[in-house]
């Protein structure tokens, strides 16, 4: 697209920022305000598929109608004249995402609280309002250089909340999102999800928790050589315990991660905003009682009274 135009409407393309299956992204200048924006546009393959189309809008409806410092803002939606391609006008997070930052390892206990109590809060204010995520993963959080998080791509979001008789929120019962149909992707996914069954907001707390044991440990929750024995694993098998590559991570945080990656779904949080509230609290106190940075563990320290009697172990039987 880049090489055969160089606006967007009335946005004036700048550079390309990723692509995947839901669209092309795009980092753009707004004339108007003078600002960076980030544009998703679908794919001009993919504009005449019905199901693909009714998906996209409902991410710019599903997200447009949240108001949180910690989810992406969406200014608005439009349609491209040249290809008919819808497309998102979103704020541009100058940042990287988390895929991004774990691949130099886990993240320090603090930097792990901060941000699980960042996605909590944002993910709580979507559960408030009948949204519920269906595809969060490390690469769908956002980080700006200031430690703002951001979820961002509602593009598998589903409106859940029963519509009232004094309530105008529209019951969204998308063909690619019925009962029966998996969407998510593997190793993120609840295990209601990866069976098909109804979703609730208890699915994006399971998502959730997979992103913190990654977070925490640098090891995936679940893990195999392929699609089916990940999903096997979700289904019938416990990751192993944070502490045992962590063992600095604060128990109740470990506590809170087991609760959320709960096979039932009952016996996981009944209110996110109670579990952004307890990480909250959790980071909070964890940052009182410690003034290092990087709380990673590390190897043991070896004393320098063990240095000494070793060295002076080495120059005796050099000596023999």
Not at 34 to 52: M, N
Not at 141 to 150: I, L
Request: proline fraction near 7%; glycine fraction near 8%.
């Amino acid at each position: 697209m880049t090489g055969m135009r160089e606006k967007l409407g009335q946005y004036q393309i700048l550079a390309p920022l990723g692509a995947g299956g839901m669209g092309e992204v795009f980092v753009a200048r707004d004339p108007s305000l003078g600002r960076k924006v980030a544009i998703k546009l679908l794919p001009v393959r993919l504009s005449g598929d019905k199901e693909t189309l009714a998906r996209f809008t409902r991410e710019a409806r599903s997200a447009s109608a949240l108001n949180h410092p910690n989810i992406v803002t969406i200014y608005e939606v439009g349609m491209d004249q040249g290809s008919g391609s819808p497309y998102i006008v979103m704020e541009y997070i100058d940042g990287r995402d988390l895929r991004s930052l774990l691949s130099n390892g886990p993240l320090p206990n603090r930097k792990t609280l901060d941000v699980a109590a960042q996605i909590a809060d944002g993910l709580a204010a979507a559960h408030e309002q009948g949204i519920v995520h269906r595809d969060l993963k490390p690469e769908n959080v956002m980080v700006t250089k200031d430690g703002y998080v951001k979820v961002l791509d509602f593009g598998l979001a589903k409106i859940i909340r029963p519509a009232g008789e004094d309530d105008e929120t529209a019951q969204l019962d998308m063909p690619g999102t019925n009962p029966g149909t998996i969407l998510g992707t593997i190793g993120y996914m609840s295990p209601e999800q990866a069976t098909g069954k109804p979703l609730d907001f208890r699915s994006d707390q399971f998502a959730f928790g997979a992103i913190l044991y990654e977070l925490s440990t640098g090891k995936p929750a679940f893990e195999a050589e392929n699609a089916i024995d990940t999903l096997s694993a979700i289904l019938h098998e416990e990751p192993p315990p944070i502490t045992r590559f962590n063992g600095q991570a604060p128990q109740p945080f470990c506590w809170i991660v087991e609760r959320l990656l709960s096979k039932d779904v009952n016996k996981r949080y009944s209110s996110t905003r109670d579990l952004a509230r307890d990480l909250r609290n959790i980071r909070d106190r964890f940052a009182t009682m410690t003034t290092s940075v990087d709380d990673i563990p590390r190897p043991p320290k070896v004393s320098r009274r063990t240095i000494t009697i070793g060295a002076s172990v080495l120059a005796a039987l050099l000596l023999l």
